[in-house]
């Protein structure tokens, strides 16, 4: 298996981060029918929001290097298993494809965010509401209001509102990695 490893420092101990390096996806399949509308009955469940389509859309499933589960739509991977948790990637969320919560950083934040570190409170001017502890919620710039990482919370709305300091979010896919760089043309 082929990982790209990130470190990342917490009180001097150092620990690894592993996405995935998709170098080549195998045991790609069209999904049936029946299996594409209980993908869907899961995404909207597990996320809490609705998944935009088109009624003649159709995923394929697919599985990468490392074993990871990948869900593509027209060429380019909408979801990724990452931790056995199915993730939104930014390019579903760039096409409209689903929707969730997020928290916007200011612009000192983004060459961080966008090189793949976890999002500090400080760097945070606004949150939406409905982020629960363990949220999957974008990350996006307060300038252009675009994406720049998916991850989870790890304080509710209120919390992340409150807060004065600290890690809030942890980074999980991020523009500039292993799978953003896949899905470039």
């Given at each position: 298996?082929?990982?790209?490893?990130?470190?990342?420092?917490?009180?001097?101990?150092?620990?690894?981060?592993?996405?995935?390096?998709?170098?080549?996806?195998?045991?790609?399949?069209?999904?049936?029918?029946?299996?594409?509308?209980?993908?869907?009955?899961?995404?909207?469940?597990?996320?809490?929001?609705?998944?935009?389509?088109?009624?003649?859309?159709?995923?394929?499933?697919?599985?990468?290097?490392?074993?990871?589960?990948?869900?593509?739509?027209?060429?380019e991977i909408v979801f990724i298993e990452i931790e056995e948790r199915l993730f939104?990637?930014?390019?579903?969320?760039?096409?409209?494809?689903?929707?969730?919560?997020s928290v916007t950083v200011d612009m000192g934040a983004v060459k961080f965010v966008?090189?793949?570190?976890?999002?500090?409170?400080?760097?945070?001017?606004?949150?939406?509401?409905?982020?629960?502890?363990?949220?999957?919620?974008?990350?996006?710039?307060?300038?252009?209001?675009?994406?720049?990482?998916?991850g989870v919370s790890t304080l509710g709305t209120e919390e992340l509102r409150a807060?004065?300091?600290?890690?809030?979010?942890?980074?999980?896919?991020?523009?500039?990695?292993?799978?953003?760089?896949?899905?470039?043309?």
């Amino acid at each position: 298996m082929t990982f790209c490893d990130f470190v990342a420092f917490k009180r001097s101990r150092p620990f690894v981060i592993k996405m995935p390096k998709i170098e080549r996806i195998k045991k790609r399949h069209l999904l049936k029918k029946r299996d594409q509308r209980d993908l869907l009955e899961y995404i909207e469940n597990t996320l809490a929001t609705s998944v935009n389509l088109d009624s003649k859309a159709r995923f394929e499933e697919g599985v990468i290097d490392d074993g990871s589960k990948i869900i593509i739509l027209n060429d380019e991977i909408v979801f990724i298993e990452i931790e056995e948790r199915l993730f939104p990637t930014l390019r579903a969320l760039l096409q409209g494809i689903i929707d969730i919560p997020s928290v916007t950083v200011d612009m000192g934040a983004v060459k961080f965010v966008a090189n793949g570190a976890d999002i500090m409170r400080p760097g945070i001017t606004e949150v939406d509401e409905g982020i629960e502890k363990d949220t999957i919620v974008s990350v996006i710039d307060e300038r252009h209001g675009k994406p720049l990482a998916i991850g989870v919370s790890t304080l509710g709305t209120e919390e992340l509102r409150a807060a004065e300091s600290g890690k809030v979010i942890i980074s999980k896919h991020y523009i500039g990695d292993d799978l953003w760089e896949y899905g470039k043309s």
